[in-house]
């Protein structure tokens, strides 16, 4: 396998071990440029995604033990050579797998809002993507929410309404043009964020 791709069924592997407790350190390591710590034939088969296992047996006309044993030899080396970007990845779907159905509806709806305003704004495709981005008035603003969604907003930000335009006007641009890395707003990445987010509030601070 190239360095520089993943096999789907390994990714879901990868990411698993960057994810769990007993592993988020370890793959650290591997990614770092010292020692790769050493994985557990015990680690692999816990973070195995169901059927895994089984499956690369079968290909392999080998026993899953015998997988298991491969993959913890060969895993801290293999992510050692693996691209950072590809890193990355790994650590963000690892994020978004933990995301709870509360962030997960609060991204979907965000989303969905986004998409809807875009479309009553013009200038809106110059937000996604690569390129500058067109300006917002604060009157496309109010045009495009209405005044009873500026004061809900005003209401849950203890903001007057002057200001919560002005901020809207200020900030969509640069809000889409974030969440559209690939020239559409990306739901995933919006997870991630949110993920992110999670992660910093709840991380324990050290004295």
Same mark, same amino acid.
């Given at each position: 396998m190239n360095e520089n791709t993943v096999d789907p069924v390994l990714?879901?592997?990868?990411?698993? &071990?960057? /994810?769990? #407790?007993?592993? /988020?350190?370890?793959? $650290? +390591?591997w990614v770092g440029g010292g020692p790769n710590e050493p994985l557990?034939? $015990? @680690?692999? %088969? /816990?973070?195995? #995604?169901a059927g895994? &296992? +089984?499956t690369l047996a079968e290909l392999a006309e080998v026993? @899953?033990?015998e997988v298991a044993v491969s993959l913890a030899e060969e895993i801290p080396a293999l992510v050692d050579a693996i691209p950072a970007e590809t890193i990355e990845a790994f650590r963000a779907a690892a !994020? %978004?797998?933990h995301i709870t159905p509360e962030e997960e509806a609060a991204a979907e709806q965000i989303v969905a809002e986004v998409r809807a305003l875009a479309e009553a704004l013009p200038q809106s495709g110059s937000w996604l993507g690569s390129g500058p981005n067109e300006p917002l008035t604060e009157e496309q603003v109010v045009a495009a929410l209405g005044e009873e969604k500026i004061a809900e907003a005003a209401a849950a930000r203890g903001l007057e309404r002057a200001g919560v335009v002005a901020e809207l006007a200020r900030t969509l641009p640069v809000f889409m043009d974030? !969440? +559209?890395p690939l020239g559409?707003? $990306?739901v995933d990445l919006l997870r991630f964020? !949110?993920?992110q987010d999670a992660v910093n509030v709840t991380a324990p601070t050290s004295a």
């Amino acid at each position: 396998m190239n360095e520089n791709t993943v096999d789907p069924v390994l990714g879901q592997l990868l990411t698993a &071990l960057a /994810a769990a #407790p007993a592993t /988020a350190g370890k793959f $650290d +390591s591997w990614v770092g440029g010292g020692p790769n710590e050493p994985l557990t034939v $015990d @680690e692999v %088969i /816990a973070a195995a #995604p169901a059927g895994m &296992l +089984s499956t690369l047996a079968e290909l392999a006309e080998v026993g @899953e033990a015998e997988v298991a044993v491969s993959l913890a030899e060969e895993i801290p080396a293999l992510v050692d050579a693996i691209p950072a970007e590809t890193i990355e990845a790994f650590r963000a779907a690892a !994020l %978004i797998a933990h995301i709870t159905p509360e962030e997960e509806a609060a991204a979907e709806q965000i989303v969905a809002e986004v998409r809807a305003l875009a479309e009553a704004l013009p200038q809106s495709g110059s937000w996604l993507g690569s390129g500058p981005n067109e300006p917002l008035t604060e009157e496309q603003v109010v045009a495009a929410l209405g005044e009873e969604k500026i004061a809900e907003a005003a209401a849950a930000r203890g903001l007057e309404r002057a200001g919560v335009v002005a901020e809207l006007a200020r900030t969509l641009p640069v809000f889409m043009d974030v !969440l +559209s890395p690939l020239g559409w707003v $990306d739901v995933d990445l919006l997870r991630f964020v !949110l993920a992110q987010d999670a992660v910093n509030v709840t991380a324990p601070t050290s004295a």
